[in-house]
């Protein structure tokens, strides 16, 4: 187990000195071997981490508020919660007992107002209620998870994996009902999986990622097959933030490299654009209405811009360090609003 928490602690300091500012690392050639990747961030993201200290308990009126934003913060190992859109701070959520968080990246939330964690140095998902209280831990064992969507047509959830422990290529995992253990989907010509998000209450989920040379690829999985989509209309350096709007009624894919979140066809066509003005390295993207919600973690902070006018962010969340995923929970369940 020493061994083990060894390597991972290896690999953690090796993707962070690719993105310090120290030096842009390129990744590699494709022929040459793969470097393990735990991280959906960019090595070639100039991260510029703020100064963060401390720890800030939960308050004890953190059900007081209608909607709550979770972020999470790869950089310092905190998942942090905000009252939903006044961006008031309610405090910082605990890890579960006897377990710490490590590496948390993606999120998403149910139909309940739970919200996943997707903890991927210990490869499992964890589950909280709205105001914070642990439920479950999933077991991810031999993969690494890095973002996760809830289909609320089956009230399964999937996870992807972006590649395995032992540096295999990544797939996606679905749990049945949020519990249990996980089918396990591979996707031909996909080394990498990055962001995923279910279509509204179609049940069709859409990713993007990697290819074993480093180019983007973007698919769906539906009725148990995986596709790969080819992208017309802008080319995506580097796989960024996928999310669905229900008021729009679109799919849109993020690119890590350009400020720009593009809306897309089922069919990959580029079908409109939100720019993201002084952005640097937007990751995950959650859609709540009229706002897209980008965890910036270039900037160290999480920006919240017009949806989908886009343009310069309407508020920034400061005091972060390398956010990387985000979710809105309400307080009760409205199967009629969550997919806003």
Not at 5 to 17: D, M, P, R
Not at 41 to 70: E, Q
Not at 153 to 175: C, F, K, M, R
Request: charged share 15%.
């Amino acid at each position: 187990m020493a061994a083990y928490l060894a390597v991972i602690a290896a690999a953690s300091l090796l993707l962070a000195g690719c993105s310090n500012g120290s030096g842009s690392q390129l990744a590699p050639a494709a022929g040459q071997a793969l470097s393990k990747r735990t991280s959906v961030v960019d090595p070639r993201l100039n991260i510029r981490p703020r100064n963060v200290t401390g720890t800030h308990p939960i308050k004890p009126d953190c059900c007081a508020y209608t909607k709550t934003l979770f972020v999470s913060d790869s950089g310092t190992n905190e998942v942090q919660m905000y009252d939903f859109p006044s961006n008031t701070y309610i405090g910082e959520l605990s890890p579960p007992p006897g377990n710490v968080f490590a590496e948390p990246q993606g999120l998403c939330s149910d139909n309940k107002g739970d919200v996943y964690v997707t903890n991927t140095d210990t490869e499992s998902i964890f589950e909280f209620s709205h105001n914070g209280t642990f439920l479950q831990a999933l077991n991810d064992f031999g993969w690494y998870p890095v973002a996760c969507s809830f289909d609320r047509s089956t009230g399964n959830l999937a996870v992807s994996n972006i590649e395995t422990t032992a540096d295999g290529p990544g797939s996606i995992a679905i749990y049945t009902h949020a519990s249990g253990f996980p089918s396990i989907i591979s996707g031909p010509g996909v080394q990498r999986f990055y962001f995923l998000a279910y279509a509204g209450k179609t049940g069709v989920l859409y990713f993007d990622g990697e290819s074993a040379s480093y180019s983007t690829v973007f698919g769906s999985f539906k009725n148990g097959k995986v596709k790969l989509i080819t992208i017309s209309g802008a080319t995506i350096q580097f796989p960024g933030a996928v999310a669905w709007s229900a008021q729009t009624q679109s799919m849109n894919i993020g690119d890590q490299d350009n400020p720009v979140l593009y809306q897309i066809s089922p069919a990959g066509v580029i079908t409109g654009s939100t720019p993201l003005t002084g952005s640097s390295g937007i990751l995950e993207g959650t859609i709540k209405g009229p706002r897209f919600i980008g965890t910036d973690a270039g900037d160290a902070d999480v920006k919240i811009f017009a949806y989908p006018a886009g343009g310069t962010p309407q508020s920034t969340l400061t005091g972060l360090s390398e956010p990387i995923g985000s979710a809105v929970s309400p307080d009760v369940p409205d199967n009629s609003n969550l997919s806003d």
